[in-house]
């Protein structure tokens, strides 16, 4: 399953398939993006980040991709579990505030068996 | 190795009265970051400590919101006189001391005004 255009709020996927989850960023100056995941009840889990020097980054089961011409985020999920249910919030960070990570509204996951 | 702890896990306030939480960063952290966020909503910075100093508040409330991490002990993100709208979930942060390094969530704390 695919989402597609900006914050889409609920993405709906078979279990077994791949997601793909979208985010648009808007600061040109942000050079380090990052993709948490929260459960109901509990805080943002880091899932995987990327620095603007690169394009593509893997982890385990997990893909981010940067397009910086169009100021795009992606996450890939390979194989979705029922344990991928959540909401996932792509995050960025701005060049000179290493403090200040500002959120994306997230994306809705749910997994269907 | 314990991640970020906070507590209390959930708060209960009435109108007027203060709101304090606390958060103990991950072990070898130096830099703790308060976020509050809304139902449905993603996370909104609030500040950003590093130990004894507050080095950027810009997310604050002007008036009744103030944080603090002192030398000793946890960082402690005070409300004073809540109000409903304080009702949220709040959430601390704690990175590393370099700069720029991923920022590590704890539970968060659930305050409810009522």
């Known amino acids: 399953g695919e989402n597609v255009g900006l914050h889409l709020p609920t993405l709906s996927v078979q279990e077994g398939d791949n997601s793909i989850i979208n985010c648009a960023y808007s600061n040109s100056a942000s050079d380090y993006f990052i993709w948490y995941k929260q459960e109901s009840g509990k805080g943002p889990q880091f899932i995987i980040d990327?620095?603007?020097?690169?394009d593509k980054r893997q982890g385990q089961r997990v893909t981010v991709l940067l397009n910086k011409t169009v100021k795009h985020l992606s996450l890939q999920i390979a194989a979705t579990q029922p344990g991928d249910s959540a909401v996932y919030f792509c995050?960025?960070?701005?060049?000179?505030?290493?403090?200040?990570?500002?959120f994306g509204s997230g994306t809705r996951l749910s997994i269907r068996p | 190795n314990a991640g970020v702890m906070q507590n209390p896990r959930h708060l209960v306030r009435r109108r007027g009265q203060e709101a304090r939480l606390r958060c103990s960063p991950m072990?070898?952290?130096?830099?703790v970051y308060w976020y509050r966020q809304l139902p449905e909503e993603g996370l909104k910075f609030m500040v950003y400590l590093q130990k004894e100093n507050i080095i950027d508040e810009s997310g604050m409330p002007k008036e009744r919101f103030s944080a603090e991490f002192p030398k000793e002990g946890p960082s402690i993100l005070r409300i004073q006189q809540v109000v409903r709208g304080d009702s949220a979930a709040y959430f601390c942060?704690?990175?590393?001391?370099?700069?720029?390094?991923?920022?590590?969530f704890g539970p968060g704390t659930r305050l409810t005004v009522l």
């Open positions: 995050a960025e960070n701005t060049v000179g505030s290493a403090s200040k990570i500002i």
């Open positions: 942060a704690s990175s590393p001391p370099r700069v720029g390094d991923t920022q590590y």
């Open positions: 990327i620095r603007s020097n690169m």
């Open positions: 072990k070898g952290h130096s830099h």
